[in-house]
């Protein structure tokens, strides 16, 4: 009974002294950190969490050292990046996002993921401007899913996609940078207008690109799948209409031409761009010798290059 009594008495002992470590190691961490030695504080913190997680007398103190120890990986960061040392800021701003996370501080993880975002557009930078463009998208790939709402390198990002294309034909990278293109253009945060306005012009314009590269090819089978995975997304969009129309005309399908022209021409919120497929559409229609449909969509045919065109076949049809 008397053993007992005396093991009894040194495990109280033994927890006391346990407490009091971890308060001795939080004071050393605390005090390093107001001396901005974040490295030491990280060590010291980590020591604090470990030995500390266990024990209710430490709860406090290990609930200061997990809010505290993503801040020590975020200064730790920042010192490196002032220095240009890249690779070591990165490593500590991805630390840093890691432990916020584990301890569910979405504010600081938020942060840290910016800054890890910011450094891969600059990394990225250099091959981009270089044309690099399958380097830059590997290393710009990785800010994005860090930071997605950096708009700026998210541009870069599609854009290099876009332009790997362009050199390949490969139809997988044109649709990641729509993909890109479409979650900027989506933004509406007033922040974001201007970048998601150049969004927006860059999906006509790489489209167009594609249209264009594929048409030289003779691929129009190509550009309908793509105006099809277009309308997926968005079943308005008159590009998508636009695009598809055209390239079942120079399949010479006129019954999909027929079918497909009034609501293509609907959608279209240019006078030239309505004005080319009332003309595709009474294309078909004279092809399929409807003269009568086809009289009524040329005059539709208002504005743009196709009017001439337009003028031309109804002198024909109402001779």
């Given amino acids: 009974m008397k053993k007992l009594f005396v093991s009894a008495i040194a495990l109280f002992a033994a927890a006391s002294l346990s407490a009091q470590d971890v308060t001795a190691l939080y004071n050393e961490a605390a005090?390093?950190?107001g001396a901005k030695d974040f490295a030491?504080?990280?060590?010291?913190?980590?020591?604090?969490?470990?030995?500390?997680?266990?024990?209710?007398?430490?709860a406090s103190m290990v609930a200061t050292a997990k809010t505290t120890l993503p801040k020590c990986y975020f200064m730790l960061g920042g010192g490196s990046l002032k220095t240009k040392n890249y690779a070591e800021a990165l490593k500590n701003f991805e630390k840093s996002a890691e432990l916020a996370e584990l301890y569910g501080d979405m504010t600081q993880m938020g942060k840290?993921?910016?800054?890890?975002?910011?450094?891969?557009?600059?990394q990225g930078g250099d091959a981009f401007n270089s044309k690099d463009y399958a380097t830059a998208a590997g290393i710009f790939e990785k800010g994005y899913k860090a930071d997605p709402d950096n708009t700026g390198m998210a541009l870069?990002?599609?854009?290099?996609y876009c332009e790997m294309f362009m050199a390949s034909g490969d139809m997988?990278?044109?649709?990641?940078?729509?993909?890109?293109?479409?979650?900027?253009?989506?933004?509406?945060?007033?922040?974001?207008a201007e970048d998601a306005a150049k969004a927006r012009e860059m999906i006509t314009l790489y489209t167009n690109n594609m249209v264009?590269?594929?048409?030289?090819?003779?691929?129009?089978?190509?550009?309908?799948a793509a105006a099809d995975k277009m309308l997926e997304k968005n079943p308005e969009s008159a590009l998508a209409q636009n695009i598809r129309l055209q390239a079942y005309a120079?399949?010479?399908?006129?019954?999909?031409?027929?079918?497909?022209?009034e609501a293509a021409a609907a959608a279209q919120t240019?006078?030239?761009?309505?004005?080319?497929?009332?003309?595709?559409?009474?294309?078909?229609?004279?092809?399929?010798?409807m003269k009568d449909q086809a009289i009524a969509a040329f005059r539709k045919v208002t504005d743009g290059p196709a009017a001439e065109n337009a003028k031309a076949a109804l002198t024909e049809l109402t001779k």
């Fill in 250 to 261: 120079g399949k010479k399908d006129y019954a999909k031409v027929i079918e497909l022209g």
């Fill in 40 to 58: 030491g504080a990280a060590a010291k913190f980590e020591q604090v969490i470990d030995q500390g997680l266990d024990n209710p007398d430490a």
């Fill in 31 to 33: 005090a390093a950190y």
């Fill in 112 to 122: 840290s993921n910016g800054w890890v975002a910011k450094i891969y557009q600059i």
């Fill in 212 to 224: 264009a590269k594929l048409q030289a090819a003779g691929d129009n089978d190509g550009i309908i």
């Fill in 172 to 192: 997988a990278q044109y649709e990641k940078g729509m993909d890109v293109y479409e979650a900027v253009a989506a933004k509406t945060h007033p922040k974001y």
């Fill in 270 to 289: 240019e006078a030239a761009d309505k004005s080319l497929m009332y003309y595709l559409l009474g294309a078909a229609y004279n092809a399929k010798e």
């Fill in 156 to 160: 870069n990002l599609a854009m290099s």
